[in-house]
């Protein structure tokens, strides 16, 4: 993205319903009782509704034109028939949805009743991605997953005979138990019922997740103690990539594949900081101030952009419009964000893109801290494209934080972090 205008919104919406929790799940989802998502429902339709005179408040721009979707979770697939069809008819009145736009939802294997599946299919749904995570089933029951790998081949039969055939599987390296042979095996299965996109993630050990708790109380419940050591996990996802990459699912970025064609074009948005707008608990957007209003003198050559993120308390958002959290993002702060989220995509960063956008002068400080990483051999550089190299997409954290700060401490702080809450 560049710091134009563009005429195209991505709309997220976060579908918080579980199931059940997984062990490893560091995300704002919970098991509530059915009898809330209606609820939850009409307030996702009461924020929809609301969204422009909301950036007209908060001085942003709010393309009506919108060319992809995404339900993402939560289980969006968990809503009943008449739920999603409710949300989409208000998505439609509310913005101008293309009609070759990308629409995808997030499935649980087992957890999409016929009647939802019509509905979705109704509701232009053509895009599916399925939270499979190990092919071997009992990784998959250990970990809290509900299915098994013949509930994944007949969801996936289901929802090709329903006409989606656009599909993702995820998969995670470093679930409790899992060996090389047992990667192998998830990974033959995954290419076995060639689907077009796969996305491989490395186990995340935070707080936030049961698992990753006791992995850092260094514990036993969850098998923690058989969770793989990270060398191992390094050597599952280098085998993915490879494995991948001999059946036609290209990397194209550090988690993702795709055949040609089928990348997640949702998903290349956020990498590429194209505007998005999130609705619904624990959603983010990303959105510019229309051209001079906000920037000053030395900022001229760049708008603003202005990150959101709602609560994250169903609580609190089940009770009515709450105030986003928000914080203006400054020239400055985008220029890293163009070098951490760009790095991400295996396409890489172009040099004569960033100069046009920020301007030789914020450029140049970058090229030390490239130099010592090409020579670190984190990075490559063919003299106008650079790129992770495959030590680097494995440390990828690593590089991103060289890129945190690169101008002094005093002016990233003071200009990324610009608290302002919308009322
Ligand atoms: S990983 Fe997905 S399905 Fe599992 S609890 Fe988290 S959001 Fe729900």
């Not at 029951?141 to 509930?151: K, V």
């Not at 988690?255 to 956020?270: D, E, K, L, Q």
């Not at 609560?311 to 951490?340: H, I, K, M, R, V």
């Amino acid at each position: 993205m560049t710091g134009t205008t563009e005429n195209a919104l991505g709309l997220y919406l976060s579908i918080p319903f579980c199931r059940s929790k997984c062990t490893y799940c560091n995300f704002a989802s919970g098991v509530y009782p059915a009898s809330q998502h209606a609820r939850y429902v009409d307030r996702l339709i009461e924020d929809l509704r609301s969204a422009a005179e909301w950036a007209a408040t908060a001085d942003v721009e709010l393309p009506r034109r919108v060319d992809t979707i995404y339900l993402g979770g939560g289980t969006p697939s968990l809503l009943a028939p008449d739920l999603v069809a409710r949300l989409f008819a208000a998505i439609h009145g509310v913005f101008m949805v293309d009609p070759d736009a990308e629409i995808t939802m997030e499935c649980a294997p087992g957890q999409l009743s016929d009647s939802t599946l019509d509905a979705m299919a109704a509701a232009g749904v053509n895009r599916v991605s399925l939270g499979v995570q190990s092919f071997v089933d009992r990784e998959a029951h250990e970990s809290g997953r509900l299915h098994d790998r013949a509930t994944v081949e007949q969801d996936l039969r289901r929802l090709r005979q329903a006409g989606i055939t656009n599909l993702n599987v995820d998969l995670i390296a470093g679930l409790a138990g899992q060996t090389f042979m047992s990667w192998e095996h998830s990974l033959s299965a995954l290419i076995d019922f060639g689907v077009p996109h796969a996305s491989i993630y490395m186990l995340e050990v935070d707080e936030d997740s049961r698992l990753g708790r006791e992995l850092l109380a260094g514990g036993a419940r969850y098998r923690a103690e058989l969770v793989p050591t990270d060398d191992a996990i390094a050597r599952m996802y280098d085998r993915a990539i490879e494995r991948l990459s001999d059946a036609g699912l290209d990397q194209y970025e550090i988690s993702n594949f795709s055949a040609p064609g089928f990348h997640s074009r949702h998903n290349v948005r956020y990498w590429q900081r194209r505007p998005y707008l999130g609705i619904g608990l624990d959603a983010s957007s990303a959105l510019r101030a229309p051209a001079p209003s906000i920037a000053t003198e030395t900022e001229s050559a760049s708008q603003l952009l202005l990150r959101a993120t709602t609560t994250d308390s169903f609580a609190a958002y089940l009770a009515g419009p709450q105030p986003a959290e928000t914080a203006w993002l400054s020239p400055a702060c985008q220029y890293e964000e163009a070098w951490f989220l760009g790095l991400r995509l295996n396409m890489g960063v172009s040099m004569a893109a960033l100069e046009d956008e920020f301007g030789r002068g914020m450029v140049e400080p970058a090229l030390k801290t490239v130099t010592r990483m090409i020579e670190a051999g984190l990075l490559s550089s063919d003299g106008e494209t650079v790129r992770l190299t495959a030590q680097g997409r494995l440390l990828s954290n690593e590089v991103f934080q060289e890129f945190l700060g690169l101008e002094s401490e005093e002016r990233s702080t003071a200009r990324c972090q610009i608290p302002y809450v919308n009322s």
